[in-house]
């Protein structure tokens, strides 16, 4: 089926290689027969083409570069800083995923809330259950979103039904690698998830290191969230210089490793991780909920590091990347250094394609891009700038519709309808 087709409305086109935006008050995407686009002008006086969306806004889809599958029905669980709540409510959800039926149900409630909220490219940690990842994939899949997504290895501090030795675990990485990276026209992709240092084994840590550089695959973790996972990390590996230095010694940083929440980084390590072109994963809700503290996202991007924003449900309350952003500027502020909206905007699209290693097809409304496209409505009547609107007005404007390479693939004119 062609998905050939011309949208008509306002469209924000975001630079492709920092911080920016052009914008088009009234302009013509040409979708082509492939999902890319093809052309984008500004409308003829006269254009006979009527508006698609009408009060929207066009930008490119929302990237969401770190979130949990299993933690989905938990959001909005307060039971305590990271540790307490990963033993207390995080850890026994996550068992559940065992169950077949179970996590083909969250599966879908999962990528229903991303197109709802116009996320159209994400990186998904997955249970530790070889058959649920394969389940989410189907999901994801089905639904036509694009995403990276990952098993996550544990073999400790875990209760047993939890745990998988690294043996198995990494042949079952290999059997996903084997069937998903790279799927339907590298929409789908593989990553290699060891959940943290405390989580992993040396032997679990060296392995997963191992095997995603003989694949070609990315790497996910966490990194210095909490004050007592930083000191219970360093009574676990004392051999290494901080926490940075478990990923080093054991060949897990890799170019382009996703490193998510970095909030107690000394000098070393962030001189460190610029340097291996890792990506800081800045998560400003959850860390907020969770009271593990404030990144310094200005800082972070003024040392040179490649960022992105991750809800990181069900730390975090919301799947929706603009709230994600406003969370953003109210943490830059706290910092001492604040963030603009338009800069935050471009960090949760363009900015969040390129971080995820998926910037050569989709973050760009530009000939030979992917359409993989948002328009949200805009409050009427709104006062102020743009950005502003898009980025603070959280309780305005909702999504209108979610296209991934041109195909529509979440509508609020469906959802009403249905």
Known sequence: MSLARTL?????APDPNAPGWTQHADALVEIDASGRVASIADAPAGCAIPETWPGAVMLPGFVDGHLHYPQF???????GPLLTWLSSTTFPEEARFAEGAYAAAVADELCAALASAGTTLCSLYGSPHPSSTDTLFEALDRWGLRAQAGMTLMDRDAPPENLLA?????AACRAHVARWHGHD???LRVVLTPRFAISCTPELLRGAGALAA????????HISENHDEIAYTASLF???ADYLGVYEDHGVLPEGTLLAHCIHLSESEWARLVAARA??????DSNFFLGSGVMGLAAALGRGARVCLGSDIGGGRAFSMRRVAARAYDASLLSGARVDPATLLWLATRGGARALGFGARVGCIAPGFDADLVAVDLPPGGVGALFDQLVFREDHGPVRATLVRGRTVWSADAAQSA
């Open 166 to 170: 690294p043996a198995a675990a990494l």
């Open 73 to 79: 029905r938990m959001t909005g669980s307060a039971s």
């Open 279 to 284: 990506v800081v994963v800045h998560c400003p």
């Open 8 to 12: 008509r409305g306002r469209v924000l």
């Open 185 to 187: 026209d590298d929409r």
């Open 238 to 240: 004392t051999d290494s």
């Open 214 to 221: 003989e694949l070609g695959v990315c790497v996910q973790t």
